[in-house]
């Protein structure tokens, strides 16, 4: 490669509103919703049989049949079958990781134009045998003789033909991540009103947003959805205030989250158009705004050395390091919502002397944030968290809000499983 | 090994109606006591079987949990051996302490040696120290120390010893926790050949004085050995069994790290006593 990075444009994008899981889209598969959202963002830029350079995507919970489920998709669109796909994966950064990764290709030459997508369905789960099912009958395929089959079956109990669900457990530790976070919540001290307030903002800023018809070019309705179903307009501090606590009963500190303040299990997808100026300009749409640069992040949350979802508060500093840029080069943060405390603890990480000191190892604290330029048109907490489909609703928000307002730059974090974080700089 | 079991079962009654014959202790305990040998060598498969099920990675090296499997049969012989002076069934593994010099490798040929280390007095009753020495090519690769208490038994010459208080035990903030089910008992003493009844067999299990079925307690810390993820060639472990953990059960688990120490403790989260503390120790305490 001689020439340098061209930049890579975010065109738009196109999702189906996120709904409640077990709801309205519960007979939908991954492939059938992200089919859908790509239909969807193929009729909005008119891209019907057109063949793009590829398409990214991916979802968290996913069939072992579904190992071509992005391309799969794409056959089932408009898009011409010529167009190739590929699927990744990243827990909740998936979408995100699916959207920087069509961009790279851009900057690098190797495409002019493509998707970068995500899709979840909590409802449409899979489900497995169990490990000891899986064992015998593989034992059995690999028997030669009856003695052996006779063997590998006597190994059998009734309890062994329950199938396994999957679990929303880290692997390696058996906690759930509400678990994990109670626990990164209470070293952080992080209140039950902060919470409830920062998910109060959320419900009220998507609803405004949806009010004033800023959703309009991003969403297309599905199954008879037209909002995403997890929005609750009315949401008061009092109402949050009265439920009762999800996670961190089994903890020493008072537990301070609900399903108020986390997000709920949802069905959705997303997707975001991204290309050359040069491609944009042919086709005579208008760049919405850049992706910059991503930076990913990890931490031992394991041996409890740091928190599950904490790793987005070191990726965040390097990026921005990398860029010469502070936080009063920021005009917008958008910060995934996993849970209201996710938020809380990374700004609180930032503000604090010691932690980016001892942890981060720079002379001086990042700062606070401005709770205005913070998550501007609401995030997880009311839309919904689809996992691999929030990096797309997030990123084409943003670059809408870029050009709407006529901002500079915003910084956009997701956290995910297995303690990895990914974060990514967007401009006008 | 259920053979083991049964004249051990055997040999057991007999010691609890008519006492064991009297003879020194000193050829029944200490460094020119009888040696069991058992040469086995370590198929990769079976090793894979056993990773499998305690949380080890399937890997070129063999885990020192299943090097104890290979050894706890003979211990179990020994201990229900005519001249043992106590009986072996009922006998509830206390502690366990190990140190790998140098890491086993699949297809190595492993000799196991077991004795009886010592016969010492304990509170409760009778301490019994059986060591066991892992060599492959002449080298020693593990020395082993299980401690099994007989609870309620008095041994003529036991070595006078002032057991050291047991850890005291807080119950923390978890880090982790492990469901448990009759069918991780059923896995282990599938893998391990351990098929001690009162791991299968509710009734078993109540006969001997426990609520319902436990599980094994070197499954619990096998499991807690895989969780620390020691990637040193050589590192000491000791684990010290509290409460056994009746299945089914969810169990609470917190790893910390502290220097060249890692220590993983087991607790019930209801009541907060803990079932199993262990810890592990490197040279350069990087695991």
Redesign the interface.
Known sequence: MTQSPQPAAILGGNRIPFARAHKQYARASNQDMLTSALDGLVARFGLAGERLGEVAGGAVLKHSRDLNLTREAVLGSALSPQTPAFDLGQACATGLEATVSIAQKIRLGQIDVGIGSGVDSASDAPIAVSE?LRGVLLELNRAKTVAQRLKAIS?L?P??LAPALPSN?EA????SMG?HQA?TT?AWGISRQDQDALALASHQRMAAAWERGFFDDLVTPYLGVSRDTTLRADSTQESLGALKPAFGR???ATPTMTAGNSTPLTDGASTVLLSSEEWAADHGIEPLAYLVDAEAAAVDF????EGLLMAPAYAVPRLLARNGLTFADVDVFEIHEAFASTVLTHMAAWESEEFCREKLGLDAPLGPIDRDKLNPNGSSLAAGHPFAATGGRIIASVAKHLKETGQRRALVSICAAGGQGLTAIVEA | MLGTYLAAAGSSVLKRIRSAPAVPLAQVAGPDSPRRTKTVTADPQTVAEFCRAVGEPVRSTVPVTWLHTQGFGASLSLLSAPDFPAPALGMVHVANSLTQLRPVHVGDTVTAAVWIDQIRTHPKGTEVVVAAAFDVDGLRCVDERSHYLAKGVEVDGATPHTAGERTPFEAP???????L???TA??YA?VSGDVNPIHLNGLAAKAFGFPGRIVHGMYTAARALA?VQVRTDSFSWDVEFATPVVLPATV??????DGAQ?SVDVWN?RDGRPHMLSSVRTENGRQ
């Open positions: 000891e190994r109990r309890s062994d457990g390696r530790t058996g906690l678990e626990i209470a089994g903890l020493s394991v041996t409890g050395t | 903030d978890a880090t982790m926790t492990w469901k089910t009759p069918r059923d896995v599938r969780t609470s688990v917190r790893v910390a790290h890692t989260p």
